[in-house]
């Protein structure tokens, strides 16, 4: 898992709704104004914080061989668990690449990555046989969870995880 970030910042408006900004003073009239769209600006949720576009890529090493006539055929699925819900989201997913045991996909996903924010991933591998079903159907290679800020804070913006199977932990033929 890599990224690459545009690092075009998308600033929530850090005024209140209720008092006009003046020049000069970076949208506050006094500073019990400037603590008040601070608070503001910290209570209003992910969607308006600070915020840039990640673009996650992905690439696997020594997949296991699942095919019987040929190589694996692997895509990647990328989850964000919701705060609330605390239920994954489906983000973004790769192409299909035959027959690679090493594949680097090219197709990556893109995220906006929340500062001060905790975002939980997760990456799901899975051996593509039929092309027209749902990835849930495919067989599953394994999956790798991780935080959003890990991989940003990873020398290179680049992290490297070890597939798990969550139903069989002791399982690491990957």
Known sequence: VSTQSTWGRKMGCFTSDTKPK???TYGYEKAEDMKDAVA???NRGEEEGIVTQLEIHFSCANL???DVASLTDSACVLFMKDA????YNKVGETEVITDN????FVKSALV????????EMKVVVYDI?????PNVQQNFLGEAEFKLSSVTSAPGGSLTLQL???KDPKEKNW
């Open 112 to 119: 906006n990555f929340f500062f001060e924010t905790t975002q």
């Open 164 to 166: 798990k199977n969550p």
């Open 40 to 42: 503001f600006a910290l």
């Open 129 to 133: 046989d039929d092309f027209k079903s």
């Open 22 to 24: 003046t020049a000069g």
């Open 64 to 66: 296991k061989n699942v």
């Open 84 to 87: 609330k819900t605390k239920m």
């Open 101 to 104: 045991l090493n594949p680097v």
